[in-house]
């Protein structure tokens, strides 16, 4: 009786915690699009940043959107989120 609930609350936290610990930004292929390097440290100015937003689906945008909003994913990427929301979250 005990491995059985240890394996189902093992597997309930694990999917619990899945979502909330993974970062948008990683999962999208198009955020090079976003930076002028390899590197991803120079952000493109803003007239390409926002060529480079509008070229995302509308998906895409709303998911980085909500990143963005986020203070604790917000940080780390806080140039980039600073574009974002100066767009407006534009979708």
């Known amino acids: 009786m005990r491995r059985p609930l240890a394996c189902a609350a093992a597997l309930a936290i ?10 948008p930004f990683s999962d999208l292929a198009a955020l090079p699009t976003f930076y002028t ?3 991803m440290k ?10 480079a937003w509008f070229a ?3 998906h895409d945008r709303v998911k980085m959107t909500k ?3 986020d203070p604790a994913m917000s940080k780390p990427h806080a140039q980039f989120c600073a574009n974002v929301l100066a ?3 534009a979708n």
């Open 14 to 23: 694990s999917l619990g915690a899945s979502p909330a610990s993974a970062d």
């Open 56 to 58: 995302l689906s509308k």
């Open 87 to 89: 767009l407006g979250g």
């Open 37 to 39: 390097d390899a590197t």
């Open 67 to 69: 990143a963005c909003n």
């Open 42 to 51: 120079t952000m493109k100015p803003m007239t390409g940043f926002t060529k």
